[in-house]
């Protein structure tokens, strides 16, 4: 596994704990998401969530099953109606900028029986930048081109969806993330039902992202080793828990509060 670097922030931990509500550090930059509450009929599924997701930091979204993972993300990104709250990026309201998004749902919520090629798959994510019913630029062959090369699965490009493994359906799907060039990666459980390669390469690609000033957010349930390799953590069960960087978040008070009791998780601590 590579090095990972674990310094820590120069703000203080309660700074950093619940950085919105009491000392906001937030840039124009960042998402901030505050008060943000959802409700599916009567059950909420989320009350008063405030958080900053930065960028060039990989950011996790953790808790346990139900705690609103995906429905903070989907929240984030108008998937579903806020019930209170607002989630803004540079200032302004993130739904307004979804043109900067680009959002890899779960495996299960993917249509695997549609009838496309990689290559086809990989070009949707140009057309945000194309338009429909324009032809497909060079520039954009190019990058779809160079997304798949990027996640080593250029000699796929004429095979159907349907006929991949776990692992290189995820990985067309993160070179259809690459190919829009967005600012924001969303990603709900990328790592589920993968294989190691697979792993190696999304967190190759997370990194570099984060590292070219991206925000890539990733909802996340593995308290194993591969949480290492988040900056920041989004500690959720129906409310935040805590959030920060990694080792102001993983403490055993932290993970006792959003899991209800004892649970094993991966520690980098020396
Ligand atoms: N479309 C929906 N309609 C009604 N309830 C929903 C809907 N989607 C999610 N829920 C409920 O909202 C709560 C939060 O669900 P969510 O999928 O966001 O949790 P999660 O943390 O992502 O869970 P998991 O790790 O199991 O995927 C759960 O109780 C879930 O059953």
Redesign the pocket.
């Known amino acids: 596994m590579r090095a990972v670097n674990f310094s820590l922030e120069a703000n203080s931990s309660l700074d950093r704990v619940y950085p919105h509500r009491d000392n906001p550090v937030a840039t124009t930059a960042s998402i901030n998401i505050a008060r943000v509450g959802?409700h599916?009929?009567t059950?909420e599924?989320?009350r008063d969530v405030n958080c900053i997701v930065n960028l060039g930091r990989l950011t996790g979204i953790f808790?346990?099953?139900?705690?609103?993972?995906?429905?903070?993300m989907?929240a984030m990104l108008g998937l579903?109606p806020l019930s209170s709250g607002n989630v803004l990026y540079q200032g302004k309201p993130l739904m307004q900028q979804l043109e900067k998004v680009a959002y890899v749902p779960?495996r299960s919520q993917i249509d695997w029986t549609y009838p496309a090629t990689v290559w086809d798959v990989v070009m949707m994510g140009r057309v945000k930048k194309t338009g429909w019913l324009r032809s497909f630029s060079g520039v954009s062959r190019q990058v779809a081109k160079n997304a798949l090369e990027r996640v080593g699965m250029i000699e796929y490009r004429d095979r159907p969806i349907g006929q991949l493994s776990g692992g290189q359906q995820q990985r067309v799907f993160l070179a259809r993330a690459l190919a829009q060039q967005a600012e924001i990666f969303c990603f709900?459980?990328p790592l589920v039902g993968i294989d190691q390669k697979t792993q190696s390469v999304i967190f190759e690609v997370f990194h570099e992202l984060a590292a070219d000033n991206k925000i890539v957010l990733v909802?996340n349930?593995d308290l194993g080793e591969s949480i290492t390799h988040f900056d920041d953590l989004i500690l959720?069960n129906?409310e935040l828990i805590a959030t920060g960087s990694r080792q102001q978040v993983l403490t055993e008070q932290n993970l006792y509060s959003a899991y209800s009791g004892k649970v094993m998780y991966y520690s980098d601590a020396a």
Request: proline content about 4%; hydrophobic content about 30%.
């Open positions: 959802v599916y009929r059950q599924a989320l808790g346990p099953n139900g705690a609103g993972k995906s429905t903070l989907k579903v779960q709900d459980e909802v349930h959720l129906r």
